[in-house]
């Protein structure tokens, strides 16, 4: 019976969860300090640090198929041809024309933008700026938004 109590006493203590304070202050050199230990007369302010959170691994696995998947739809949704439209004649013609011109602006988005990596002045710059504000704004009402 001795034994029986004494290995509960025993995987009591080695169960409980152990504390450690984490401790702050500041000492008269203005350094800021950290330690397990408080630092005796000097103010001190005791941390509260809270557990890690954890996800479980299949929630994690489960929300990535999820995001793979509405990715995969978004793909099949911009690569399909005309998006709706029938290829045929003046249509098609429209799409290859349509097809060309975003691909000529995103040419010169690619000019611009590496026209502003390489260093400008300050009327250059904003010239350069405005061009690149005007072009993504022709490229979104005709290509992306179509």
Wanted: with cysteine.
């Amino acid at each position: 019976m001795p034994w029986i109590l004494a290995i509960f006493v025993v995987i009591g203590c080695f169960s409980s969860p152990l504390y450690a304070g984490v401790y702050t202050w500041i000492d008269p050199n203005g350094v800021a300090h950290f330690s397990d230990y408080p630092p005796g007369k000097l103010p001190h302010q005791e941390l509260v640090i809270s557990p890690p959170l954890t996800v479980p691994m299949s929630e994690n696995l489960r929300q990535g198929r999820r995001v793979s998947g509405i990715r995969d739809d978004v793909r099949g949704l911009l690569s399909t041809p005309g998006r709706g439209v029938r290829e045929g004649g003046a249509k098609e013609k429209a799409l290859v024309q349509r097809k060309k011109a975003c691909d000529t602006y995103r040419k010169k988005l690619d000019r611009i933008q590496s026209k502003l990596r390489a260093g400008y002045g300050n009327d250059k710059g904003n010239t350069l700026r405005r061009q690149r504000r005007e072009t993504s704004q022709k490229l979104s009402r005709e290509c992306l938004l179509q």
